[in-house]
């Protein structure tokens, strides 16, 4: 059976960078899953592959969250083997509904999901990252496959910066000015900025369109991450690229006051290792999904409104027949994630 351990131990330790085929590379890896091999890793190098035989505990944290995470979202996080599993060589996260139940520290809940991580486990720095996955349908459905600092050597988000690798919308029929925002749309971002109301990740965010929808098939998902660029790619068409200038994304922003990041190099924030994010998020009132949308049904909540979640719960008759629960169609999907060395 193919195994994340049998891949590191392979690719980690076979390789001596005394060969004369081993080229320096800037990646670094850090975590304690598996205990990696201390010295130089070589450019080229396999330093992640988990092709999902099986769900990895010791590789993967479950988050606990039921306070919407920063962005007002309706899901309770739990770890549930009926909502994150792995069948066929694939990771699936399931969204559940529950619908009225108690309230989680004073947050109504009415779906639960799964949002896991490698935070402690696997990190790195500087790479090559390809995620074969297939998004979600289902209305007010969020999937995502991004990553986020190890450390926040820069402080609190977004100056220790996040890299967002996909994002969609699980509606089929979400428009805004006559444009499809929901499964026809996936983008990549970079989100960086001197504080929450600086986020500068307009700057830094790439779209791609696709009429078949991205829920109908698996799609290839790519970054590359040097210490002098960052690019998006998806099917194996560049979707943006940032070359950060000489002062960097201070510069790039055309920030003012103190720099954040004038300790670190020129891809300061992006210059320190980070880990990886897989979630199925539901719903959210901090403008993910505006209010200015045209959906079948409509929207079932305002972003102002101070029960969103209760709002979106109570019209769910609106939505709840786009998720098929008899199917996985609401499912995201992953393939595989693999990482190479620069």
């Known amino acids: 059976m193919k195994s994340i351990v049998v891949l590191f131990l392979f690719y980690l330790y076979s390789t001596d960078p005394a060969d004369a085929q081993c080229r320096w590379s800037p990646t670094t890896v850090g975590g304690s899953f598996p205990k990696l091999k201390q010295g130089q890793i070589c450019s ?44 066929d060589g694939k990771l699936f996260i399931l969204p559940k509904i529950i619908g009225d139940g108690p309230l989680h520290n004073g947050y109504f809940n009415p779906v639960q999901s799964a949002r896991m991580t490698t935070q402690g486990k696997f990190s790195f720095k500087y790479g090559k990252l390809e995620a074969r996955a297939k998004i979600p349908a289902g209305d007010w459905l969020w999937p995502a496959i ?50 929450p109301g600086e986020n500068q990740f307009q700057r830094t965010h790439y779209e791609r369109r696709n009429g078949a929808g991205y829920d109908t098939d698996y799609h290839n998902y790519l970054v590359e991450w040097t210490p002098d660029h960052i690019a998006y790619s998806i099917d194996g068409q560049e979707i943006g690229r940032v070359t950060p200038p000489q002062g960097g994304f201070y510069q790039l922003g055309q920030l003012s006051g103190d720099n954040p990041w004038g300790g670190g190099s020129r891809m300061a924030p992006f210059d320190e290792e980070f880990f990886l994010i897989i979630n199925v998020a539901i719903g959210a009132n901090n403008g993910y999904f505006p209010d200015n949308v045209q959906n079948p049904g409509g929207k079932p909540w305002r972003n102002g409104s101070p029960q969103a979640a209760r709002d979106f719960w109570n019209a769910n008759w609106q939505w709840r027949h786009t998720w098929n629960e008899q199917t996985t169609q609401r499912a995201l999907k992953v393939d595989y994630i693999r990482i190479w060395a620069i």
Request: one cysteine or more; proline letters at 2%.
């Open 44 to 87: 080229g190098d396999l330093i992640f592959a988990e092709w999902f035989d099986n769900l990895n505990e010791g590789l993967w944290n479950h988050e606990h969250q039921v306070d919407g995470c920063g962005n007002g979202e309706f899901q309770q996080y739990v770890n549930d083997r009926s909502i994150s599993y792995t069948r």
């Open 146 to 195: 991004w990553m986020m600092p190890q450390s926040s050597r820069y402080g609190g988000w977004p100056r220790s910066g996040e890299i967002d690798i996909l994002e969609s919308r699980g509606n089929k029929n979400l428009y805004v000015n006559g444009g499809n925002i929901g499964t026809q749309l996936a983008f990549s971002t970079l989100h960086w900025g001197k504080s």
